[in-house]
């Protein structure tokens, strides 16, 4: 089963707007992390954030993690037609001794030219 | 280009099959994973690899097996298919043996039909 869920599952902008997609988990976790995946593509690795950090940045992707909240978000400034794509949120848990990565079913964002 | 290499990109075969999709990690890599993405089931861990031996088993069917060779590129066989085994199939790598640890790098998949 998912152990993130991203909210909304689908988000349409202008190009130019900021974009953010909310991503909730059940569990304790080491960190999370975000991906992108165009379509029919691999997912590409954006941001991970430790479970002791409350935001991070990376050019216009800015993170935040609330523990306390089990919640995490991506926003996407001054959005491009480029940024259409899905988004998944990632959690480590704790399975058959090993942790993996579970994802999320994903926010589908498409940016209007 | 993550450096991931997944072959074939796309695979068509009637039920009842067995298929072997291959895929060669990032230079440097030494953990291999499988995940499954279908419509309604999303993004699904499989079994990962570590350097030759199994790291860890996620929702892995029976009729499902992967192995890691030597030089690392590593294969996951699925047999007696069945139509709801249609989905994209991929491989991604890292450094750590555990994902928590680093990013994973993803190939682009093997699409698999499944008629």
Redesign the interface.
């Known amino acids: 089963s998912q152990q993130g869920e991203e909210d909304p599952q689908a988000l349409s902008i202008q190009e130019g707007e900021n974009a953010t997609m909310n991503c909730s988990y059940k569990t304790s976790i080491n960190n999370l992390q975000w991906y992108r995946q165009n379509s029919g593509r691999g997912l590409v690795h954006l941001i991970l954030i430790r479970s002791n950090e409350r935001e991070k940045h990376s050019g216009r992707l800015r993170v935040t993690l609330d523990t306390s909240k089990k919640s995490s978000s991506l926003l996407i400034t001054a959005s491009r037609a480029a940024d259409t794509a899905s988004y998944f949120c990632a959690t480590a848990y704790s399975g058959a001794g090993s942790y993996q990565l579970t994802f999320g079913k994903g926010t589908k964002l498409s940016v209007i030219p | 280009d993550?450096g991931?290499t997944q072959t074939p990109k796309h695979l068509i075969t009637a039920t009842g099959q067995r298929v072997t999709l291959r895929c060669s990690p990032r230079s440097g890599d030494l953990s291999v994973?499988w995940?499954q993405q279908s419509l309604d089931q999303?993004?699904q861990?499989l079994i990962?690899y570590y350097n030759g031996e199994e790291?860890?088993?996620?929702n892995i069917l029976e009729r499902f097996s992967a192995q890691q060779f030597p030089d690392l590129h590593s294969e996951l066989n699925l047999s007696s298919l069945e139509l709801g085994d249609s989905a994209?199939y991929?491989c991604?790598s890292s450094v750590s043996?555990?994902?928590?640890n680093?990013?994973?790098?993803?190939?682009?998949?093997t699409?698999l039909t499944v008629t």
Do not use: C, W
């Open positions: 993550s991931v994973y995940y999303g993004l861990f990962q790291r860890a088993k996620g994209l991929f991604a043996a555990e994902t928590y680093s990013p994973l790098h993803f190939g682009n998949g699409r």
